[in-house]
């Protein structure tokens, strides 16, 4: 199974300011890398694919980076919307992984 | 309009089994690579089961030989068959739609070959999820 470990667990930020999310894996997932949001009471959305890619409907303050066993998630200038929980989840594998999550609140 | 609705959710006592249902609009289930993913209550997510177009299932090692994935084309519905349930099976489980490719590389020993397949999809559509609750 290929382990996902994001940091950092929680990040405190205002609106305006940039986001840096990590996720690392345990083996190479090549660019088969995803990032999600979820927010509270609600079911996870897409943001990113192939580890750089915006999926539809996603502002291009959001962009993804990184192949083989290091990824980024980076929100240009938070809006309030995007305080949110962000998940990575690798599909190197046919048993998929998610890491831990990344808790974005408003500091 | 893509939409995917869970039901079936429900409290079952531990040792108990359930069956949950995610119904597809707006596409295809039997053409897609359908997933159902759970979250326990507070945490992160955990991938459960896939069914791909070709049929082909696989599941996480803490359901294997308990969970059943299975499609029922006539109704555009997914299924999760759930058996032996136990207090760590509750959550949230959602269904969701992936998208991806299968990658066939053949192996050759001998004068045998063998087609083994890679299936590479992330999850583009996700349900609002059904809550399965497991306790005495």
């Known amino acids: 199974e290929i382990v996902l470990t994001q940091s950092p667990g929680t990040l405190s930020l205002s609106p305006g300011e940039r986001a840096t999310l990590s996720c690392w894996a345990s083996?190479?997932?090549?660019?088969?890398l995803a990032w999600y949001q979820q927010k509270p009471g609600q079911a996870p959305r897409l943001l990113i694919y192939g580890a750089s890619s915006r999926a539809t409907g996603i502002p291009d303050r959001f962009s993804g980076s990184g192949s083989g066993t290091d990824f980024t998630l980076t929100i240009s200038r938070l809006e309030p919307e995007d305080f949110a929980v962000y998940y990575c989840q690798q599909y190197g594998s046919s048993l998929l992984t998610f890491g831990g999550g990344t808790k974005v609140e408003i500091k | 309009e893509v939409q995917l609705v869970e039901s079936g959710g429900d409290l079952v006592q531990p040792g108990g089994s359930l069956r949950l249902s995610c119904a597809a609009s707006?596409?295809?289930?039997?053409?897609?690579?359908m997933s159902w993913v759970r979250q326990a209550p507070g945490k992160g997510l955990q991938w459960v089961s896939v069914?791909?177009?070709?049929?082909?299932?696989y599941f996480a090692d803490s359901v294997k030989g308990r969970f059943t994935i299975s499609r029922d084309n006539s109704k555009n519905t997914l299924y999760l068959q759930m058996n032996s349930l136990r207090p760590e099976d509750a959550a949230v489980y959602y269904c969701?739609?992936?998208?991806?490719?299968?990658?066939?590389?053949?192996?050759?020993?001998?004068?045998?070959?063998?087609?083994?397949?890679?299936?590479?999809?992330?999850?583009?559509?996700w349900g609002k999820g059904t809550t399965v609750t497991v306790s005495s």
């Open positions: 707006g596409f295809t289930v039997s053409d897609s690579y």
């Open positions: 069914i791909y177009s070709d049929g082909t299932t």
């Open positions: 083996q190479s997932v090549s660019s088969n």
């Open positions: 969701a739609r992936g998208v991806g490719s299968t990658v066939v590389v053949p192996v050759v020993t001998g004068m045998i070959t063998t087609n083994v397949y890679y299936y590479y999809y992330y999850m583009d559509v």
